[in-house]
C-alpha cells in the first residue's frame, strides 16, 4: 500500500522517505538546534532539501547539507542565488520556485504556496566579505509547501505561518492527507489559529512543531487536540517527540522509531 515515512527531527525540522526511498529534508536546522539529536556529520543521504526561508532556523543546515549529500536545494528564487553563492549552481543544484510554481526531483512535486512571515536572510545565508559587517537582507519570500508524491500522498507543509483563509483553497486543490503547522504562538500562529487551520485544510492527521520550552514556545497539546476533535473530527493530531517517526499508509498511520 502506498505509504510515507515522516521523521520528526526537531523545531521545524522534518526528514521524508517516499516509498521509492527519495529523501528530503525540509528546514534542515541540525547543528545549532536544541531539540534535535542528529546532526550534520550523522547525515549520510539526502536526494532534496526544501528551505521556506531564510531564518537561521529553517535554512539552518542546509547549503552544507547539499554539498556533502549532492542533494538538490528547492527554495525561494532569492534562496537559490544564496545557493549559488555557496556553490549551489542555480537551476541544476538549487532549483527556485516562488508562490505557485512546481518543481519535481524523482517522485515528488513541489509546489510552493503561500505563507504569511517575516522576510529576513540569516547572516550565514551569504558568503561573508573580509573587513565588512554583516547587513540585513531581505528575503524573497516565505512559502509553504505541497508535497505530492506519486502513490498518490500528498503532505501540505505551512512553514511559519499566521492563520489565512487560503488555506481552505489550498487543502481544496492539493488535498493533502498530511499538514504539518506550526503552534508555538508567537513567531507563527498557535493552538487554536492551528485548530482552525486544520478544519480548512481537512487533512487525516495533522502534526504540530516549532513549538516547545527549549525554543520559548511552549503550546498546550492536549487543548490543540481537544480543538481539532470538535473542528474537524476525521483529523487526528499526531504529536511526535523528536527523533520519533510516523509511517502514513493510505488513510491510517503507526508511529514507532
Known sequence: MAHIKITYIGHASFCFQSQKGTTIYFDAWLDENPLSRLKLAKVERADVVVASHGHNDHIGDSFALCKKTRAKFVGNYELCLAAQANGLKLGSRALPLNPGGSTKVKDVRFT??????????????????????????????????????????????????????????????????????????????????????????????????????????????????????????????????????????????????
Open 112 to 257: 510552493m504556496v503561500q505563507a504569511f512571515h517575516s522576510l529576513s536572510l540569516s547572516p550565514r545565508v551569504l558568503p561573508t566579505v573580509p573587513g565588512e559587517e554583516s547587513v540585513f537582507h531581505a528575503d524573497g519570500a516565505v512559502g509553504g509547501y505541497v508535497m505530492s508524491f506519486d502513490n498518490g500522498i500528498s503532505i501540505y507543509n505551512t512553514s511559519d505561518t499566521c492563520l489565512f483563509s487560503d488555506m481552505q483553497l489550498i487543502g481544496q486543490m492539493h488535498g493533502p492527507q498530511v499538514a504539518i503547522l506550526p503552534v508555538g504562538g508567537k513567531f507563527t500562529m498557535g493552538v487554536r489559529e492551528a485548530a482552525r487551520a486544520t478544519s480548512y485544510i481537512r487533512p487525516d492527521i495533522v502534526i504540530p512543531c516549532h513549538y516547545g520550552e527549549p525554543v520559548g514556545q511552549p503550546a498546550d497539546i492536549d487543548e490543540l487536540k481537544a480543538q481539532v476533535e470538535f473542528l474537524s473530527p476525521n483529523t487526528e493530531v499526531v504529536a511526535l517527540r523528536p527523533g520519533q517517526s510516523v509511517t502514513y499508509t493510505a488513510s491510517s498511520y503507526r508511529i514507532g522509531r
